[in-house]
């Protein structure tokens, strides 16, 4: 018969081990969910965090964040090694081609996600800047940037011109900058780049991107882009531009003192203005659309799973929520103008406040009609070589007077070498 002791003893052995196995299962149920991103994409994550723990109690986000550029880096070292995945990626836009060509992520028009049940629900175009040219989704957009011209609506008047001469065509934009600078001595634009930037997205044919067409052909000789440089070396000639860089002491302090009359970009640069770039010039600015109402787009973000990620299923929940939750998307734009890819989150009454940083416009009607006629524009694995090959052309023409067809066809000719390189690496 046992004794006292060894009853004791065994008891307290079998609550030890019924404690550890306890244990074991808790922690076995329990997951942990990695995000990565970078800023100001993180804070929206954080923001939200509260959200996904009363539906998902037993699911913990990690999340990890890096700058713009060393986030990019770091997930395409992790997709090509397949170590160090995370479950869920933040993709910027401009770099959503090379990820999507590189077969690492998943196809979310397939089962189980079945984004396209959802297609209603996002911006348009939007939705299919995701979607590759064989028709997979590897990527859901969370937010966007429509294109937008902010201008001093003061150096304006006392030039003496209008609003309408200045968005008539690229030609009036162009004479009425001639105008601003000769009676206020103020630059139409900071860098004659920019325009470039924005012609090059008008007329892009469906299925095509900015720099390579649905088949991979290269674009960049093409009548937009001879235009684009044209427009842009007259500005320059004209001396219309300041050669300033942009996110440069010389850009905000332009801002600030009325030194460049006109901005273009994505309609977030009017909150970055108000809350820190020149908030000292409230009541002095107004947006309006592009010249030409050429619809553009700046920027977006967009999640997407990696093939190797371990908890898919949790990553499509947590995609769902911050993409197709109305409150958030909202939150989202309110608290970093983040503007909203779900269009549920367009219609609440947030768009018809007047803001005062530009001297009470309801600017975000502007910007909602620009998102809705934003055609999608397709992305190439190529897309940021090409854009350095002809920013360096374009510096060519502008500062050393190089010929544009030249520059063109010289940059046309640099691409296609790569285009070869890159598919003779993948045949190998």
Known sequence: MPSFR?????????????????????CAQSQTLTITAYPAVDEIIKSAIPTWNKLHPDVQIRLISREMENHHTAMTTALSTRSNLPDVMALEFSRLGRFASAGGLEDLAQPPYLIGQYQSRYVPFAYKQGTTKVGAVVAAPTDIGPGTMLYRADVLQKAGVT????????????????????????YLVSNAGDVKDILIR??????????????????????????????????RQNKLDGKIPAWSNDWTQGFKNGGIATQMSGAWLAGHMAAWIAPTTKGLWRVTQLPEKTWAAWGGTFYVIPKNAQNKAQAWEFIKLMTLN???QLNA?????????????????FYDEPLDFLGGQKAR??????????????????????????NTELDKVLSHGKDIRAALADAKALLDKRAHRYDSRRLQ
């Open 202 to 235: 008008s007329g892009v044919k469906p299925g095509d991107g900015l720099y390579f067409d649905a088949q991979g052909n290269v674009l960049v000789d093409s009548p937009r882009f001879v235009r684009a440089f044209e427009l842009a070396r007259t500005i």
């Open 365 to 390: 009607q502007w910007w909602r009609e620009a998102a809705m006629n934003i055609q999608p524009i397709g992305v190439n694995k190529l897309d940021n070589i090409a854009d350095e090959v002809v």
């Open 333 to 349: 734009f309110k608290v970093k103008d983040a503007f909203p890819a779900l269009l549920d989150a367009h219609t609440d009454v």
């Open 326 to 328: 109305r409150d958030l």
């Open 6 to 26: 060894a009853i004791t003893i065994a008891g307290k052995t079998f609550c030890v081990l019924a404690s550890l196995l306890a244990c074991s299962l808790a």
């Open 163 to 186: 609003e309408a001469e200045l968005t008539q065509s690229w030609e009036s934009f162009v004479a009425t900058g001639l105008k601003i600078k000769a009676r206020t001595g103020a």
